[in-house]
């Protein structure tokens, strides 16, 4: 079945470092969501990218879908405590109705 | 308007024992989705519902039952509950081609 691995598992950084998450496919997606969980709480939605090379930006957020609709990231410009979570990636392959989540990305911001 | 809304929030089994957690949503949405999210395993699909009237068999379904009783309930029952279904559980729906809605979880440990 489709597989969808996300890196790394746990990223400590300095309030103001960048951070990066990265998500692969096992098999080309039809799109991909970002969704952020703060601790204790429910994932939330982010963004969803449909097109080939899409890039979106959301403040210091900036989401990429890469050219073989396999791999996406997510990059954080200047963390701040308030970016505290787990961030997961979804894939949606050949089922309409089922995302595939990722593992997720504990971020922990050091103020 | 409340969105996804799961019951109860907490709860506590023995083993061998059974239980219903149930989910609502009132935004009319035609898919409902059971998740089961353990540490470092990410959000693992155990059932969904396309529509109502339909259920089908996500990633790790066995040893629990679902049931869409109408459009907008959803629930999972769990008929002989073990310790490795010690777990937070979150319902979700969504309206076709739409990110997922979460609700706040439930958090069932078995003893």
């Known amino acids: 079945g489709q597989q969808v691995m996300q890196i790394p598992q746990y990223q400590h950084v300095q309030e103001g470092e960048d951070f990066t998450t990265y998500c692969n496919s096992s098999?080309?997606?039809?799109?991909i969501q970002w969704y952020k969980q703060r601790p204790g709480g429910h994932p939330v939605f982010l963004i969803q990218l449909v097109k080939s090379g899409e890039v979106k930006k959301q403040k210091r957020l900036t989401f990429q879908f890469g050219e073989a609709k396999k791999n996406s990231s997510l990059h954080i410009t200047a963390t701040q405590t308030t970016d505290v979570g787990t961030y997961f990636c979804?894939?949606?392959?050949?089922?309409?109705?089922?995302?595939?989540f990722g593992k997720g990305t504990l971020l922990t911001v050091n103020p | 308007n409340a969105g996804v809304t799961q019951t109860p929030k907490f709860q506590v089994l023995k083993t061998g024992q059974s239980m219903t957690l149930q989910c609502a949503q009132d935004m009319n949405h035609n898919s409902m989705y059971w998740y089961r999210q353990d540490p470092g395993m990410g959000l693992r699909l155990i059932y969904y519902s396309a529509s109502e009237g339909t259920t089908d068999k996500g990633e790790v379904p066995n040893g629990y039952n679902v049931s869409r009783l109408n459009k907008r309930e959803f629930s999972l029952r769990l008929e002989s509950a073990a310790p490795s279904q010690t777990s937070v559980y979150f319902c979700a729906s969504r309206r076709e081609a739409q990110p997922q809605h979460f609700g706040d979880g439930t958090r069932l440990s078995i003893l």
């Open positions: 098999t080309t997606l039809s799109n």
């Open positions: 979804a894939g949606r392959g050949g089922s309409n109705y089922k995302l595939t």
